[in-house]
Structure formats: C-alpha cells, structure tokens
Nanobody, 122 residues
Framework: QVQLVESGGGSVQAGGSLRLSCAVF????????MGWFRQAPGKDREGVAD????????HYADSVKGRFTITQDNAKRTLFLQMNSLKPEDTAMYYC???????????????WGQGTQVTVSS
C-alpha cells in the first residue's frame, strides 16, 4: 500500500557529504512518523533519525548528532537525510521507514524501502 524508494547513496571520502532521499508513494495518512535506519555488514540494524511529520520534531542517534539532519518536504512527498562530516563507521545500507509512532526501534515501523548503500573511505 505504501512504497518507499531511497536514493542518493554512493562512495565518498571521510569528511565528505551525501544527501539521501526517500520518495513516498501511496496513502501515508496514518504514518505520522518517518525514520532513517542503517545496517552495516555483520551488525544489527540501527535507528539513525526520525521525524514526527505533523510538527517536524526530530530525534537522532548519539552517533550522528551534529552531523546528520532529517527533513521532509510534504509537497514533494519526500524524506531527506543530509549527512555531513562522514566517517568510515557511517558505512552501511541506509533504509527509510514509515509508521504511526516515532521511535528508533525498527519494530515500530510498518513500511520500509529497499535501501541505498553509503560507503565512506578513510
């Protein structure tokens, strides 16, 4: 019913920047929270940031505070993750998600994109 499609991943050197996008398709009226997650090889999926869409309130994982910014453009039905000062430990597959409650726990989300790869070299 709801489809999420990520884009904007790529390979950059440490200290560089990337801007990820998540296009939203379908009826998201009951999905009032959107989030970004990531998963590195051999590691658990980690919540990165979320946004409460009616107001714009946000939360971030401690590891990305001050470097990443989650934003939304409701008119374009798009979610963004601006990533600055990238570090090798940011290397992961990044996923966007939508749900009815804001959380950095993956089980709170109903819909998921297929992911976009981010690779940061030292």
């Amino acid at each position: 019913q709801v489809q999420l499609v990520e884009s904007g991943g790529g390979s950059v050197q440490a200290g560089g920047s990337l801007r990820l996008s998540c296009a939203v398709f379908g009826d998201t009226a009951s999905s009032r929270c959107m989030g970004w997650f990531r998963q590195a090889p051999g590691k658990d999926r980690e919540g990165v940031a979320d946004i409460y869409t009616p107001i714009g309130g946000t939360h971030y994982a401690d590891s990305v505070k001050g470097r990443f910014t989650i934003t939304q453009d409701n008119a374009k039905r798009t979610l963004f993750l601006q990533m600055n000062s990238l570090k090798p430990e940011d290397t992961a597959m990044y996923y966007c998600a939508a749900g009815d409650v804001c959380s950095l726990r993956e089980y709170e989300y109903n819909y998921w994109g297929q992911g976009t790869q981010v690779t940061v070299s030292s």
